[in-house]
T-cell receptor
Framework: EAQVTQNPRYLITVTGKKLTVTCSQN?????MSWYRQDPGLGLRQIYY???????DKGDVPEGYKVSRKEKRNFPLILESPSPNQTSLYFCASSLGIRPQETQYFGPGTRLLVL | AQSVTQLGSHVSVSEGALVLLRCNYS??????LFWYVQYPNQGLQLLLK??????LVKGINGFEAEFKKSETSFHLTKPSAHMSDAAEYFC?????????????FGTGTRLQVTL
């Protein structure tokens, strides 16, 4: 089944404890992206990647890192999480980088930083 | 710069009634427009999208949307609401920035369907 998977789905952590949220797609997609969803703000892009070893900042990149060493994986790293990073995170991918491409979303990761 | 405004964070309709979710966009170049639906505890799923051509776009589950350039709108409609339509709906715009596509979302509209 073609899908985007994220792990973990739920995570509770404490301020300053490094964490990684994994994202993987099995559709051979070029483009991958991370979003965070907050009430009343919709989804905002954190980082995106156009291909292996090509990443760039989105609208809210502060406090986050990403890497794209393999085409299928795009982990999101929080080196020193803070409470304002408590949010619902979505990974997405699309076949290409053209603006009309449909992005396919993972199921989300709910993060609580205490 | 591109942006999306969704009027009404919450919309409530009776089962069988018309669903109308409003979306207005701002873009200095031709936009590509999307509607996504998010069911509770799930990711976003594409309902429909406008790229080029016919301005009336039909999607899944009986939804459709019409691109009106003069009004910078892309409102989502469904003639008859069903209980299973209760979800959050996001309008999004994408334009060609020259480097990579950028999808900008509205703040979402939560649709409640009552008996």
């Amino acid at each position: 089944e073609a899908q985007v998977t994220q792990n973990p789905r739920y995570l509770i952590t404490v301020t300053g404890k490094k964490l990684t949220v994994t994202c993987s797609q099995n559709m051979n997609h070029e483009y991958m992206s991370w979003y965070r969803q907050d009430p009343g703000l919709g989804l905002r892009q954190i980082y995106y990647s156009m291909n292996v070893e090509v990443t760039d900042k989105g609208d809210v990149p502060e406090g986050y890192k990403v890497s794209r060493k393999e085409k299928r994986n795009f982990p999101l790293i929080l080196e020193s999480p803070s409470p304002n990073q408590t949010s619902l995170y979505f990974c997405a991918s699309s076949l290409g980088i053209r603006p009309q491409e449909t992005q396919y979303f993972g199921p989300g990761t709910r993060l609580l930083v205490l | 710069a591109q942006s999306v405004t969704q009027l009404g964070s919450h919309v409530s309709v009776s089962e069988g009634a018309l669903v109308l979710l409003r979306c207005n966009y701002s873009s200095s170049v031709p936009p590509y427009l999307f509607w996504y639906v998010q069911y509770p505890n799930q990711g976003l799923q594409l309902l429909l999208k406008y790229t080029t051509g016919a301005t009336l776009v039909k999607g899944i589950n009986g939804f459709e949307a019409e691109f009106k350039k003069s009004e910078t709108s892309f409102h989502l409609t469904k003639p008859s609401a069903h209980m299973s339509d209760a979800a959050e709906y996001f309008c999004a715009v994408s334009t060609d920035t020259g480097t990579a596509s950028k999808l900008t979302f509205g703040t979402g509209t939560r649709l409640q369907v009552t008996l």
